[in-house]
Nanobody, 120 residues
Framework: VRLVESGGGLVQAGGSLRLSCAAS????????MGWYRQAPGKERELVAR?????????EYADSVKGRFTISRERAKKTMYLQMNSLLIEDTAVYYC?????????????WGQGTQDTVSS
């Protein structure tokens, strides 16, 4: 599984960005996808995640609830993160993540990351 992010960049506080993550390869067994971020000097943290069971279930970090929206287009093997009302503290490298479960094995995959910078 290969994950490629796009859509990062520089934006002013209060603005919006939309990140995309395109998955390729053997994606049939992917049962969760999400976004993590890592700011300078901080640990990588979960931003938002979609877990696929009977239906898709989305969860968000408290810091982004009401501002960020995660979505997924299965047919296009693409996931999105719509980020609105951006804050300076949202500045970080954003990573796409995917989890697959086959039999009793679980594997995690990461994208290369995309830098998002929010300026004042």
């Amino acid at each position: 599984v290969r994950l490629v992010e796009s859509g990062g960049g520089l934006v002013q506080a209060g603005g919006s960005l939309r990140l995309s993550c395109a998955a390729s390869g053997s994606t049939f067994s992917i049962n969760a996808m999400g976004w993590y971020r890592q700011a300078p000097g901080k640990e990588r943290e979960l931003v938002a995640r979609i877990t696929s069971d009977i239906t898709d279930y989305a969860e968000y970090a408290d810091s982004v609830k009401g501002r960020f929206t995660i979505s997924r287009e299965r047919a296009k093997k693409t996931m999105y993160l719509q980020m609105n009302s951006l804050l300076i503290e949202d500045t970080a490298v954003y990573y796409c993540w995917a989890r697959e479960t086959t039999g009793g094995d679980t594997n995690a995959y990461w994208g290369q990351g995309t830098q998002d910078t929010v300026s004042s």
